[in-house]
């Protein structure tokens, strides 16, 4: 049977975001034995999220998790002064444990809901044996992020140049792990309370890794199959006008 990928993907309310999960559920439709947990940063499951899911035609679990008032960017913060979506990956990383039978062959994928992802790579993770990484596109302030060559599975050099001393120079699209490997570490988990830059690294060393025990894939590390790509904010600032001139508001 073909392992299956769970995929854990926070989300929360903006104008953008219904565009960006009809991009990325449109990618997953063509994933075969994936399941997606999608978590809202949200009080309460919103119709719309609940809504979309129930017509996107995928295998799916919908959780919610408010971010913590202290750790929520406000609208107008610079979007790296907090790490985003930490308490929603742990809830995902939650109904893994409580849900899915330890004898599941899988692997485990954290999926941003605005990257771009490349069909080609749902097949690379799918047989992961432990944990594997490989670049991430216009991250890092770089062209790529994480390995930058590799040989029969071997990570040689890391192409990174801000805080190279990370245990792990990589962004979250650039790595997933085998369940198993992910049961055995009962307290693996995301966490507010690291520097900056450090969320994926502090994930992956709660799992007991270090480089030297992450596979490179995708051709040797030398193709960018997952691009940290983000959708505009969209203003709106023209709303505000038609309401104003008693325009009624339509959806
Ligand atoms: N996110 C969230 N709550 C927030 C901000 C972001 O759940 O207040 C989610 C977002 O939908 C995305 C992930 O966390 O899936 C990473 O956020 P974002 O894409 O804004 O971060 P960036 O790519 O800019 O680092
Ligand atoms: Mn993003």
Known sequence: ??????????????????????????????????????????ERKTPLVTKFLKYSGLQYTHLNSKTDANYKLKADDPNWLLPRGVAQRNVGLSWIRKNVPPSTSGVLYLMDDDNTYSLKLFEEMRTIATAAVWPVGLTGGLKFEGPGSCSGGKVLSWYTAWKPERPFPIDMAGFAVNLKLFFQHKNAEFSNKVPRGYLESHFLTSLDLTRDDVEGKVEDCSEILVWHTRTEKATLKQEAKLISMGNPSNP
């Open 1 to 42: 049977d073909l392992p299956v990928i769970y995929a854990v993907t926070p989300t929360y309310t903006r104008w953008t975001q219904k565009a960006d999960l009809t991009r990325l559920a449109q990618t997953l439709l063509h994933v075969p034995n994936l399941h997606w947990i999608v978590v809202e940063d949200a």
